[in-house]
């Protein structure tokens, strides 16, 4: 069974950081890509950054140079650094994993979710 565990989740004013980790973990794991999604209030899932083993990054537009995402392979670790964090950065984020178990076929795993309230 894969689990992903999240942490760094809070309340914070404008302009201010946050530091978002997960890591992933279970027996036979393989982990390629990992990244973060976010859930405003009232919308839609949408991607905030995403991370392949070789280090290719991808982020959405809304967050490209404020938001720094970053992994540990050896520990299937991702981090996501929030810089000058706005109002609308508020939502529930989501660690997302990309996991072979056993060499089996590459599955979607998804954390529980941690809160981010960003006041103005």
């Known amino acids: 069974q894969v689990q992903l565990v999240e942490s760094g989740g809070g309340l914070v004013e404008a302009g201010g950081s946050l530091t978002l980790t997960c890591t992933a973990s279970g027996s036979g794991i393989n982990v390629e890509a990992m990244g973060w999604y976010r859930r405003p209030l009232g919308q839609e899932r949408e991607l905030v950054a995403l991370i392949t083993t070789n280090n290719y990054k991808k982020y959405a537009d809304s967050v490209k140079g404020r938001f720094t995402i970053s992994r540990d392979n050896d520990a299937n670790t991702v981090s996501l650094q929030m810089d000058s964090l706005a109002p609308d950065d508020t939502a529930v984020y989501y660690c997302?994993?990309?996991?072979?178990?056993?060499?089996?076929?590459?599955?979607?795993?998804w954390g529980q979710g941690t809160q981010v309230t960003v006041s103005s």
């Open positions: 997302l994993a990309d996991v072979e178990v056993n060499g089996a076929t590459l599955t979607h795993y």
